[in-house]
């Protein structure tokens, strides 16, 4: 179940990166989030980072009255989320805050609206607000856009993923899967992964397109 959730959630990551929410892209990288930690477990083994597929409970606050607009512990019978850290499945704010914790960690941040929902706000998020998330990370996994993921797509290990082996990737994930789909849904979706991913439209989505932490070795 958590493999098959994991694997989901790599074809999930090349889809959504660059569907953010509108009015979470912003000009002004001067705003900081500011990350107070509130505990830090005695052991920690592995720090979350870019590209790691993590699980935590997050409750959001409006800064101006603190009332709560969202709660992750009451949402879908309190599971907590898991997504991929750092790719913008989350508020870049909230991408921010989640770098280099420990399992366990719990942090309060506060992020500024041009790292939430900005001018435009979000539904019963008011223009420009400062949101205050309470933090919870209860895992951490070297996930979909991990250099471990991307090793493993790319066969050839030319250090680019071409349009073959994504396509053999999707079908491999297809037929673990053992969904029923309509043949053209492959070609949708390697067509989509290209169209967001492959930003130079060279055909080929390279190790810094496809998101990997900046950190690894190739
Ligand atoms: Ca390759
Ligand atoms: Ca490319």
């Known amino acids: 179940m958590y493999l098959c959730c994991k694997l989901m959630l790599f074809v999930h990551a090349f889809i959504l990166l660059n569907c953010h929410i509108q009015g979470q892209e912003t000009k002004d990288t001067q705003e900081d989030v500011k ?5 830090v477990p005695s052991e920690c083994e592995q720090k979350s980072r870019r590209g790691d597929l993590v699980n935590a409970h997050y409750d959001g606050f409006l800064a101006h009255n603190m009332s709560k607009f969202f709660c992750s512990r009451s949402e879908k019978d309190g599971h907590p989320k898991w997504f991929v850290v750092g790719v913008g499945q989350v508020i870049k704010g909230l991408d921010i805050a989640l770098l280099d914790m420990c399992r366990g960690e719990k942090r309060k941040v506060v992020i500024p609206p041009s790292l939430a929902y900005g001018e435009k706000g979000y539904d019963n998020i008011p223009p420009n607000s400062t949101l205050i998330f309470e933090i919870e990370l209860l895992g951490i996994s070297r996930g979909p856009r991990s250099i471990e993921a ?3 797509i790319d066969l050839d290990n030319d250090k680019q993923l071409s349009k073959d082996e994504i396509s053999h990737y999707l079908s491999e994930e297809f ?5 029923k789909r ?6 949708l979706i390697l067509k ?13 989505i390279s190790t810094r397109e496809y998101n990997v932490y900046k950190h690894d070795e190739l």
């Open 175 to 179: 037929r673990k899967d053992g969904k």
């Open 35 to 39: 990350i107070e930690v509130v505990y």
């Open 192 to 204: 989509d992964i290209f169209e967001k991913n492959d930003h130079d439209g060279n055909g080929f």
């Open 150 to 152: 991307f090793l493993q």
């Open 182 to 187: 309509d043949p053209s849904v492959h070609g």
